[in-house]
């Protein structure tokens, strides 16, 4: 009886940890990016060229910045691609989030930080998680040269949460906030996301 109670302490603390770690501000190395910023890859020139998050598919994907959404598509067939794909323009930079699984912006739409972007999917190799990149004018996502470390244009220097209750005029429009919706913002956009149109 006492293993199996520690067994289940000891499971109850995992999943705590993980719920946990999934909602808070991520650092480098931290629970829930699969992938950081230039680590190796076996394509594009072999660094990563932005982060990858660990993420139930469906998870509320949103803007990490103001801007304009440039396009809308489908990935394309090599494993490590797939899903839909948003790219989105401001006067610095384009902020880049694919494997989608339903995006509801359309291109040329204005849209603020914290607004709702799609639903996270998978990879064609199956893996479920968001790429967010931060691409250079002109640059392709899968090329480290053509991107921008993310970690450099964190609002406050770290990731942090969009809170819907902040005021983030004040903030420049190269400063991000986490591009996947955490907390009671999480739970606000699940419960109000867009009726699918019948086919």
């Not at 770690?21 to 890859?41: E, F, I, M, N």
């Not at 694919?98 to 972007?117: C, M, N, T, W």
């Amino acid at each position: 009886m006492r293993k199996m109670t520690d067994c289940l302490g000891t499971t109850l603390l995992i999943l705590s940890l993980l719920l946990f770690s999934s909602c808070t501000s991520l650092k480098k190395g931290a629970p829930g990016v699969r992938k950081q910023y230039g680590d190796p890859v076996i394509y594009g020139e072999g660094k990563h060229a932005g982060i990858d998050y660990d993420l139930i598919p469906g998870t509320p994907i949103i803007a990490a910045v103001d801007g304009e959404v440039l396009g809308v598509g489908m990935g394309t067939k090599e494993a490590w691609a797939g899903g839909l794909i948003v790219r989105v323009i401001n006067e610095h930079f384009i902020t880049y989030y694919s494997h989608l699984s339903e995006a509801y912006v359309s291109p040329f739409q204005q849209i603020k930080r914290g607004d709702l972007i799609g639903l996270s999917g998978s990879s064609n190799a199956g893996n479920p998680h968001l790429h967010f990149a931060v691409l250079k004018f002109g640059g392709m996502s899968w090329n480290y040269s053509n991107s921008y470390n993310p970690y450099n244009f964190w609002l406050g220097g770290h990731p942090q949460c969009f809170d819907p209750n902040q005021d983030y005029s004040q903030y420049s429009s190269k400063e991000l906030t986490r591009p996947v919706a955490c907390r009671e913002y999480k739970k606000i956009l699940l419960q109000s996301l867009p009726e699918k149109e019948e086919e």
